[in-house]
């Protein structure tokens, strides 16, 4: 992942480029330690042509008694995507365990595909994660690395803390954790961590005066219009010299504004009166070239 901007959303590119100043401040006590840009595999699969064999309904009726194939499909494992995602070897003020954070971001309310995208690179994180932690590359001994990965267990318990954390913007669309079930029984389930911007005090986070973290105060509560006019004009003095980043963090700020349940009507009004004179700089699409 040789470019600056990874993905393809601005919200997210904002959080992951700044990310080594933005997770101690969400997180305390973590501080990240090596940033991890991690090639995700993809399964594809081609429909196979001609009548569905007896042999494949034949296993198809031992898992489901009574049911009918009426497509069989071809499935090709691509080990080079060209398609990455960003993880973090972190600090763990809790563990002496190598430890990792995989953050998604939520950018809008109604996302049913975040759980399962977030499955996805959890389970290709974690293959490279045990890859690396095997091979000793972390600040653990070899001998003890060794002996940890190879003891039975979970996936969490091999040496290593991997955990899979949605960075929330919205209180009434917290997304929910995977639970499916076949014939009854739960055949996977999947939980994540949801860190509740809402929950933190936009008045900490501007008193620290790390700016990396002001385009999210509009979702935290006590943001008001005072107090974002201003984080806006010290962003406005951090990039003086760059119109193009101002831009982009400021839409980054606009685009959650519009869409905070914390903040009142009257508030985002006046929030928006601060950030009039930028608008040659901003745009409404949350999705970058």
């Given at each position: 992942?040789?470019?600056?901007?990874?993905?393809?959303?601005?919200?997210?590119?904002?959080?992951?480029?700044?990310?080594?100043?933005?997770?101690?401040?969400?997180?305390?006590?973590?501080?990240?330690?090596?940033?991890?840009?991690?090639?995700?595999?993809?399964?594809?699969?081609?429909?196979?042509?001609?009548?569905?064999?007896?042999?494949?309904?034949?296993?198809?009726?031992?898992?489901?008694?009574?049911?009918?194939?009426?497509?069989?499909?071809?499935?090709?494992?691509?080990?080079?995507?060209?398609?990455?995602?960003?993880?973090?070897?972190?600090?763990?003020?809790?563990?002496?365990?190598?430890?990792?954070?995989?953050?998604?971001?939520?950018?809008?309310?109604?996302?049913?595909?975040?759980?399962?995208?977030?499955?996805?690179?959890?389970?290709?994180?974690?293959?490279?994660?045990?890859?690396?932690?095997?091979?000793?590359?972390?600040?653990?001994?070899?001998?003890?690395?060794?002996?940890?990965?190879?003891?039975?267990?979970?996936?969490?318990?091999?040496?290593?803390?991997?955990?899979?954390?949605?960075?929330?913007?919205?209180?009434?669309?917290?997304?929910?954790?995977?639970?499916?079930?076949?014939?009854?029984?739960?055949i996977l389930s999947f939980n994540f961590e949801t860190l509740r911007l809402w929950e933190k005090d936009a008045r900490e986070f501007l008193n620290t005066h790390v700016t990396a973290t002001y385009f999210l105060l509009p979702v935290m509560k006590n943001a008001d219009a005072d107090l974002?006019?201003?984080?806006?004009?010290?962003?406005?003095?951090?990039?003086?010299a760059d119109e193009q980043e101002l831009g982009r963090h400021l839409t980054g700020l606009n685009l959650l504004l519009q869409q905070s349940e914390t903040m009142s009507d009257e508030q985002k009004l006046g929030a928006q009166e601060h950030l009039q004179r930028f608008r040659h700089l901003?745009?409404?699409?949350?999705?970058?070239?």
């Amino acid at each position: 992942m040789n470019t600056k901007r990874p993905y393809q959303h601005i919200l997210k590119n904002l959080f992951h480029e700044q990310a080594t100043e933005i997770i101690p401040l969400l997180f305390p006590g973590y501080w990240v330690k090596e940033v991890l840009d991690v090639e995700m595999p993809e399964l594809k699969s081609t429909e196979v042509e001609g009548p569905v064999s007896e042999f494949e309904q034949g296993l198809a009726s031992l898992a489901l008694p009574g049911a009918q194939v009426i497509k069989a499909y071809q499935t090709e494992w691509i080990e080079h995507s060209g398609h990455f995602e960003r993880a973090y070897r972190v600090h763990d003020p809790k563990t002496k365990k190598p430890s990792y954070l995989l953050i998604e971001v939520q950018t809008e309310r109604e996302d049913e595909d975040l759980p399962p995208r977030l499955l996805c690179n959890f389970a290709s994180v974690a293959r490279y994660v045990a890859k690396e932690v095997r091979q000793g590359s972390n600040d653990v001994p070899e001998d003890e690395v060794t002996k940890k990965v190879e003891q039975k267990g979970t996936i969490m318990n091999r040496g290593y803390n991997l955990s899979p954390v949605v960075l929330c913007s919205f209180p009434q669309a917290v997304p929910a954790p995977i639970r499916e079930t076949f014939q009854d029984e739960v055949i996977l389930s999947f939980n994540f961590e949801t860190l509740r911007l809402w929950e933190k005090d936009a008045r900490e986070f501007l008193n620290t005066h790390v700016t990396a973290t002001y385009f999210l105060l509009p979702v935290m509560k006590n943001a008001d219009a005072d107090l974002l006019g201003l984080a806006i004009e010290e962003l406005t003095q951090r990039f003086q010299a760059d119109e193009q980043e101002l831009g982009r963090h400021l839409t980054g700020l606009n685009l959650l504004l519009q869409q905070s349940e914390t903040m009142s009507d009257e508030q985002k009004l006046g929030a928006q009166e601060h950030l009039q004179r930028f608008r040659h700089l901003m745009t409404n699409d949350p999705f970058e070239e």
